[in-house]
C-alpha cells in the first residue's frame, strides 16, 4: 500500500482537460511544498514534469499544471495530446523519520 | 549534457548481495544528492534512499535499513547502492536518479534526472 493514494486510472479525449488526484496526510503532502510530479512511458525512465508543487521544468509542455489544497495535491493536463498517455507518479517529502514517498501511480489513457 | 549510465543487468540467488553503479557526467557531481528509487514488475515506483555526493550523508527508507548501503566515489563521480539478503520481491528495476535540491543534510523530491535502470532479477 503506498503512502499517498492516486486513482489508478484516468482517461480523456484528444484536446481535453484532466486532473490526477494525490491524497496524503498532514504528515507530507499536507506539510511541505515538495510535491513532485513523474511522467513514466513503459519501459522508460520517470521523467520529471512537475516540482515543489507546481513549478516546470525547462522543456515541460505548460499544458502541465501543479497545484495543493490541503492533504491534497494534483496534476493537470490541459489540452491532451496522445503522446500523453502513459504512467503519472506523484511524490512528497514525508519529514526526517520517513523522508520520500510516492503514490502508487495513475495510468493516463488518451480515448 | 548531464547523464546517469547505470551498469548492466544482474541475476542474483536470494541470500546474495548485488551492487548496482551509477555514473554521471555532465555537471559538477558534488553539487547534487542521488536518490536511489526501485520498480517491482508491473508496480509503482518505491524510493529507497539518498546520498550527498558533497558529504556521503545518506537516509534510506525505513523498510531497507540495514540491508541497504549507499556511497558515492567522488573521483570517478559515480554512485553506488548494494542490497543484501536479496529475496525474490527485491526483483526490481533499480534507478539512480539527480536530487536537484542540492540539499546537503537530507533528500528532496525533484529528480530530474535519472538513469536508465538496472534490472536486477532474484531467482533460486
Known amino acids: 500500500q503506498s503512502a499517498l493514494t492516486q486513482p489508478a486510472s484516468v482517461s480523456g479525449s484528444p484536446g481535453q482537460s484532466i486532473t490526477i488526484s494525490c491524497t496524503g496526510t498532514?504528515?507530507?503532502?499536507?506539510?511541505?511544498?515538495?510535491v513532485s510530479w513523474y511522467q513514466q512511458h513503459p519501459g522508460k525512465a520517470p521523467k520529471l514534469m512537475i516540482y515543489e508543487g507546481s513549478k516546470r521544468p525547462s522543456g515541460v509542455s505548460n499544458r502541465f499544471s501543479g497545484s495543493k489544497s490541503g492533504n491534497t495535491a494534483s496534476l493537470t493536463i490541459s489540452g491532451l495530446q496522445a503522446e500523453d498517455e502513459a504512467d503519472y507518479y506523484c511524490?512528497?517529502?514525508?519529514?526526517?523519520?520517513?523522508?520520500?514517498?510516492f503514490g502508487g501511480g495513475t495510468k493516463l489513457t488518451v480515448l | 549534457q548531464v547523464q546517469l549510465v547505470q551498469s548492466g543487468a544482474e541475476v542474483k540467488k536470494p541470500g546474495a548481495s548485488v551492487k548496482v553503479s551509477c555514473k554521471a557526467s555532465?555537471?559538477?557531481?558534488?553539487?547534487?544528492?542521488i536518490s536511489w528509487v526501485r520498480q517491482a514488475p508491473g508496480q509503482g515506483l518505491e524510493w529507497m534512499g539518498w546520498i550527498s555526493a558533497y558529504n556521503g550523508n545518506t537516509n534510506y527508507a525505513q523498510k531497507l535499513q540495514g540491508r541497504v548501503t549507499m556511497t558515492t566515489d567522488t573521483s570517478t563521480s559515480t554512485a553506488y547502492m548494494e542490497l543484501r539478503s536479496l529475496r525474490s520481491d527485491d526483483t526490481a528495476v533499480y534507478y539512480c536518479?539527480?536530487?536537484?535540491?542540492?540539499?546537503?543534510?537530507?533528500?528532496?523530491?525533484?529528480?530530474?534526472?535519472w538513469g536508465q535502470g538496472t534490472l536486477v532479477t532474484v531467482s533460486s
Open positions: 536518479a539527480r536530487d536537484s535540491s542540492g540539499w546537503t543534510y537530507g533528500p528532496g523530491t525533484d529528480f530530474d534526472y
Open positions: 498532514s504528515s507530507d503532502v499536507g506539510s511541505y511544498n515538495l
Open positions: 555532465g555537471y559538477t557531481f558534488t553539487s547534487y544528492g
Open positions: 511524490c512528497s517529502y514525508a519529514g526526517s523519520s520517513t523522508d520520500v514517498v
